[in-house]
């Protein structure tokens, strides 16, 4: 069936009149419908594709397990073909792609209590990737297009922005990054939301979340969400540091401490509560890259801070 759908809606635009105009070598269809006609079907596939993305009961998300199931694989290709189609939509009615996307943002976020976990990531999904689909996001969010009206909509939605579901803040970060640039275009957006949004990065529903998952991924993201708005951030560096300090803290371990395997290496140590190696990196980048736009006469200081417990680890180690 995908196949199929992919072609129709691929071909369909060449068909609807005026969509396209015919070059003088090739000339236009002998049929044509109008774009009135189309749009009954271009609806009821979109709202068939929002209910199927959504994962269901049985999957298994990232169980090693599973990756090899037939059931689990054909699930996801069967995910992606729906998105195949979902953007095959926005070229042939862009402004039917918007309106759709902007009614489900706004009905979850009127509803979110009555709509289940995944359900809700499969919005964001489509939400996300409708961005993909846009050539210019930045003039597009500059403009106050409709991804950027529903990602203000996001983000005036509180319960949503602090869900305790980890498929829906792996969800949120992704879009952050994608449609973070809005601070920066639109300053007064930030007055009103960015300290939400910076609060659930660095927080319970971010790098301090339950799920490790969710932790590697808003580490990983949150330098990239701080360059989108930094300006309006930087003023704010102390105070996320000082909110990130105690996860920051590199564990010196002497390896006389550490057993020896048998076939001769040191076991990788995990101290509970703690982050790991790689995620750690991500902050002190995500600081660092705040530091450095200081003006000169603050950088030297926040610089000191940032590197006062690793050169305090060093000189422990010298001694």
């Known amino acids: 069936v995908e196949p ?16 396209e105009q015919p070059s003088p ?13 189309v749009r009954p079907i271009l609806m009821q596939t979109l709202q068939l594709i929002i209910g199927r993305t959504a994962f269901p009961d049985w999957f298994q998300h990232h169980d090693p397990n599973h990756e090899d199931d ?14 195949k ?12 792609g918007f309106q759709f996307v902007q009614a489900s943002i ?27 689909i846009v050539k210019d996001v930045g003039q597009h969010l500059q403009a ?3 991804l950027a009206t529903c990602f203000v909509q996001l983000c005036d939605c509180e319960p949503l922005v602090r869900s305790d579901h980890w498929a829906v803040q792996l969800g949120l970060i992704e879009l952050y990054v994608r449609y973070g640039r809005v601070f920066a275009v639109h300053p007064e957006l930030f007055a009103r939301y960015g300290q939400r949004v910076l ?8 790098i301090r979340a339950t799920d490790p998952r969710v932790v590697t991924r808003a580490c990983f993201m949150f330098s990239r969400f701080l360059k989108l708005a930094r300006k309006q951030i930087v003023p704010f560096t102390t105070q996320l540091f000082n909110a990130l300090k105690d996860l920051m803290v590199v564990q010196y371990i002497p390896s006389s401490l550490v057993p020896v395997q048998v076939d001769g290496t040191l076991p990788k140590v995990v101290i509970k509560g703690t982050l790991k190696a790689e995620d750690q990196a991500c902050l002190y980048e995500a600081i660092a890259s705040l530091v450095s736009t200081l003006p000169p006469e603050q950088m030297r200081p926040a610089v000191q801070m940032l590197l006062k417990q690793p050169a305090d680890n060093l000189t422990g180690i010298l001694r």
């Not at 199929?4 to 969509?19: D, H, I, S």
């Not at 069967?78 to 998105?83: E, Y």
């Open 199 to 206: 609060e659930a990065f660095a927080g319970n529903q971010g």
């Open 144 to 146: 106050s297009g409709p």
């Open 85 to 96: 189609i979902y953007k095959r939509i926005f070229l042939v009615d862009e402004t039917l």
């Open 70 to 83: 037939d059931r689990h694989i054909a699930f996801l290709e069967f995910r992606r073909s729906l998105t």
């Open 106 to 132: 706004a009905q979850l976020t009127q509803r979110l209590t009555s709509v289940k976990p995944m359900e809700v990531e499969a919005v964001l999904y489509l939400y996300k990737e409708a961005g993909e």
């Open 4 to 19: 199929y759908l992919t072609q129709f809606f691929m071909r369909v635009k060449a068909f609807v009149a005026g969509a």
């Open 25 to 37: 070598d090739q000339p236009g269809p002998v049929h044509t419908v109008s774009l009135d006609q």
